[in-house]
């Protein structure tokens, strides 16, 4: 039995894992990279099974963020040539969404640009909210808006949003070096106001911005403490324009270890594979998916993920399941995505209306071919989101 089954076994046993696991796991030999995988694992199946949940990014606005934080195509300063637009319309909202739970998604995370929202902007999201609940039964609503004011936070539970989604995104202790118009306790503060209001919180970090393995170690313990349901861990994209252009801390092997040290300490909770998926765990997607239960389904906030269809077969290969899919179903989607339709009212039965049925999966025009080449970027070179929301082109979904 390796070290690192034995701490699985006390954390199975109903222990828990301390911040020495931790940094063992982090520190792990790549020649022990499968032993961690195998003990991360056992956990991951004991409260996951073969589950993946799915969820799905629409950036309601994008970019003219007056904040300044480092690594964020969005920031203030940033010379990144990323799509720019103000709020979508509530039928925008609605069709891109629609787009990625026909694709396979279950939640929604429904994204803003910018240090918080206004009253307004509460406005405009309770709306879009209450459309999407009664167009798509079951549909979960993860709000990411920034920093909540009294009140806003309530209003958004009452709205029928599920979640709340806001990262301390590093260490306490690294916090100050990557952005200096908010702090810290500012994020916190948002956190708790979200969880007191009854919203799931969701809340994760980056990892790439040199902090140490100790600051890793304690940005996942200060998200057990805070009670994050789940976890979105992002590895950083190093978008040139931005201060941490050619930024590269990571290693495949490394990501998995962030990923399996996160299942240590959080055990029971959804610990999703998040932005840098595929530029940094490369060929470890799918280990990758032995310890962690969550992805996002094709593009990003501001940058183009592998294509929607490729997500679902890395599951399916693997032996997993979408997380309120069974198999079968999972099967037809697959197909259906197989046969360029791309929206579940057409599994088992292939859309063909002329010029697209305008569900929001672009079936009919040409940007829904799966053969549509796409800009997936490389290793050195995040891909700019060319499609989707504030497009005219078919969404990646
Ligand atoms: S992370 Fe959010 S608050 Fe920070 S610059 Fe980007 S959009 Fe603005």
């Known amino acids: 039995m390796t070290a690192f089954d034995q701490i699985a076994d006390r954390i199975l046993g109903g222990g828990a894992a301390t911040e020495a696991d931790a940094l063992a796991v982090l520190q792990a030999d790549d020649a022990e990279l499968m032993s961690v995988v195998a003990a991360a694992g056992r956990l991951r ?26 690594y964020c195509s969005q920031a203030l300063g940033s010379q990144a ?5 103000s709020w979508l319309s509530k039928e925008e909202t609605l069709k891109q969404a629609g ?9 929604v995370c429904m994204v803003s640009s910018g240090r918080g929202p206004s009253d307004r902007d509460i406005d405009k999201v309770v709306e879009m909210t209450e459309a999407l609940k009664d167009s798509y039964e079951g549909v979960e609503v993860c709000a990411c808006l920034g920093l909540l004011k009294d009140g806003q936070a309530e209003r958004l539970k009452a709205a029928g949003v599920d979640a709340y989604n806001h990262n301390i995104n590093t260490a306490e202790s690294n916090h100050d070096n990557i952005v200096q118009t908010h702090s810290y306790d500012d994020r916190v ?50 978008f040139d324009g931005t201060p941490y ?15 399996a040290m996160a299942r240590f300490v959080c055990p029971d ?25 969550s992805i996002f389904l094709g593009d990003y906030l501001t940058s183009e993920g592998q294509d929607a269809l490729s997500d679902l077969e ?16 999972f099967d037809e989607l697959i197909a259906a995505h197989e046969a360029g339709v791309v929206h579940r009212a057409h599994v088992g039965s292939p859309c063909s209306a002329a ?39 078919a969404a990646n979904a």
């Open 45 to 70: 199946r004991e409260h996951f099974g073969n589950t993946v949940k799915v969820n799905y990014l629409v950036n309601l606005k994008s970019g003219l963020c007056p904040e300044n934080c480092n």
């Open 81 to 85: 040539p990323i799509l720019k637009y």
């Open 99 to 107: 787009a990625g739970l026909s694709g396979g998604a279950t939640r």
């Open 189 to 238: 503060d948002t956190i708790g106001k979200a969880k007191s209001a009854g919203l799931s919180p969701c809340s994760g970090l980056i990892a790439g911005l040199g902090e140490t393995d100790e600051q890793l170690v304690e940005a996942l313990f200060a998200l057990k403490g805070l009670g994050s349901d789940s976890i979105p861990v992002n590895f950083l994209m190093p």
């Open 245 to 259: 252009e050619n930024t590269w801390e990571l290693s495949p092997t490394r990501c998995v270890k962030i990923l």
């Open 269 to 293: 909770k959804e610990i999703r594979i998040a932005g840098g998926r595929e530029m940094h765990l490369r060929s470890l997607q799918a280990t990758a998916l032995q310890v962690a239960n």
């Open 314 to 329: 890395m599951l399916r290969d693997n032996g997993f399941v979408i997380l309120g899919m069974d198999a079968s179903a």
């Open 355 to 393: 010029g697209g049925c305008g569900e929001g999966c672009g079936c009919g025009s040409a940007e829904a071919s799966s053969d549509e080449p796409s800009d997936q970027g490389s290793e050195h070179n995040p891909s700019i989101r060319r499609r989707g929301a504030g497009t005219e082109v």
